[in-house]
């Protein structure tokens, strides 16, 4: 159960080109906003998902000021996208405020931070899993798939699924 729902709002955290949104959308009839820190992937993925009416691509700012309009999401994913914020804290805590009540995080992440810089990519020491435990409940946790990807991706890798809940700590 993904709390995906026809006539729903999925918020797509870390779009890219929006290849998950594309397929969501053509699968369940849902509607997307898709999340990018970049410009052009922003606009890549609305060519590419190219369903003006279900889907539409914003930066954090944008997302931030649909929020202080009332925009609330059912659910939200972020694939490989969290363990690159340089600030996660505040991406988790946008997410968290995005969401309504009971609505589910859905997150596939590296075990460790990745942040890329102009050597290499190098961690900033925080536990991002550990700050999603913090501002959500937590209801399932498991290792990536073999089939998903190489095994050793699948190894430095977690899948998981957070609910906002009146328990979980507003960031």
């Known amino acids: 159960e993904c709390g995906v729902r026809q006539g729903g709002l999925v918020i797509d955290y870390g779009c890219g080109i ?14 997307v906003l898709g999340v990018d820190i970049s410009a052009s992937m922003c606009q890549l993925a609305s060519e590419y998902v190219s369903d003006a009416d279900r889907f539409a691509a914003v930066s954090p700012a944008m997302l931030d000021a649909l929020l202080s309009n009332g925009l609330r999401a059912d659910s939200a994913y972020s694939v490989w ?3 690159h914020c ?52 937590e ?22 699924t957070f609910q906002k809940t009146l328990e979980s700590a507003a960031p």
């Open 18 to 31: 929006g290849r998950i949104a594309k397929e969501l959308i053509a699968k369940t009839g849902t509607s």
């Open 81 to 83: 996208v969290l363990q």
């Open 139 to 160: 209801s399932r946790t498991f290792k990536l798939p073999l089939e998903a990807a190489a095994e050793g991706l699948c190894a430095s890798s977690y899948c998981a």
């Open 86 to 137: 340089f600030a996660p804290d505040d991406d988790i805590a946008r997410i968290h405020r995005a969401l309504k009540m009971g609505g589910s995080l859905h997150v596939v992440n590296n075990i460790s931070q990745a942040i890329p810089t102009n050597i290499g990519w190098r961690s900033a020491g925080q536990d991002v899993h550990a700050l999603l435990r913090a501002a959500f409940t």
